[in-house]
T-cell receptor, first 112, second 115 residues
Framework: GNSVTQMEGPVTLSEEAFLTINCTYTATGYPSLFWYVQYPGEGLQLLLKATKADDKGSNKGFEATYRKETTSFHLEKGSVQVSDSAVYFCALKAGTASKLTFGTGTRLQVTL | NAGVMQNPRHLVRRRGQEARLRCSPMKGHSHVYWYRQLPEEGLKFMVYLQKENIIDESGMPKERFSAEFPKEGPSILRIQQVVRGDSAAYFC?????????????FGQGTRLTVV
């Protein structure tokens, strides 16, 4: 079946540090890949997506590249801010008519 | 275009009562997904529905839980005879059936507390 593996948190960084959150997946076919972010007490918001190999999704300074050869979709940001503190979820969807499969989430804490 | 609307935002039930959680998808979306999130944990898939059809219920507990998405009105997740272990945040997401349109949009969730 389909699965997503994320690095365990929490990840604690100082403001302006470089961020990487690793995500690898197992899926049949060619899934679409997503990063969602959840702020405390809120629902999930779509952060970025990529629908085919070598696509790069980007939003708000975050980036992730769909790497089919390594089945990865690592999230990166060059300079994090305190306001980026949240839980980040990697997810895949194996077709229009299928469910989203999530990783366990990685908590990011950014300090001054 | 309003987003995915869930209500209530918070729900308190005594053990043995029924909980009904509602989800109105985004306009034009005919696919609805329900997920459960326990405190400090990830999201667990429960059920995937289209209008009047259950597509995938592989994540639904065998007893006490049911879901529907009628032709008219919101999707309902129903939990009968709630127990303390049902306390969690329940999230609904919706997506469209347009070709190539793969992302799902989430509601704010319903936080169920069983006392």
């Amino acid at each position: 079946g389909n699965s997503v593996t994320q690095m365990e948190g929490p990840v604690t960084l100082s403001e302006e540090a470089f961020l990487t959150i690793n995500c690898t997946y197992t899926a049949t076919g060619y899934p679409s890949l997503f990063w969602y972010v959840q702020y405390p007490g809120e629902g999930l918001q779509l952060l970025l997506k990529a629908t085919k190999a070598d696509d790069k999704g980007s939003n708000k300074g975050f980036e992730a590249t769909y790497r089919k050869e390594t089945t990865s979709f690592h999230l990166e940001k060059g300079s994090v801010q305190v306001s980026d503190s949240a839980v980040y979820f990697c997810a895949l969807k194996a077709g229009t008519a299928s469910k989203l499969t999530f990783g366990t989430g990685t908590r990011l804490q950014v300090t001054l | 275009n309003a987003g995915v609307m869930q209500n209530p935002r918070h729900l308190v039930r005594r053990r043995g009562q029924e909980a009904r959680l509602r989800c109105s998808p985004m306009k034009g979306h005919s696919h609805v997904y329900w997920y459960r999130q326990l405190p400090e944990e990830g999201l667990k898939f429960m059920v995937y529905l289209q209008k009047e059809n259950i597509i995938d219920e592989s994540g639904m507990p065998k007893e006490r839980f049911s879901a529907e998405f009628p032709k008219e009105g919101p999707s309902i997740l129903r939990i009968q005879q709630v127990v303390r272990g049902d306390s969690a945040a329940y999230f609904c997401a919706s997506s469209s059936v347009e070709r190539g349109n793969t992302e799902a949009f989430f509601g704010q969730g319903t936080r169920l507390t069983v006392v």
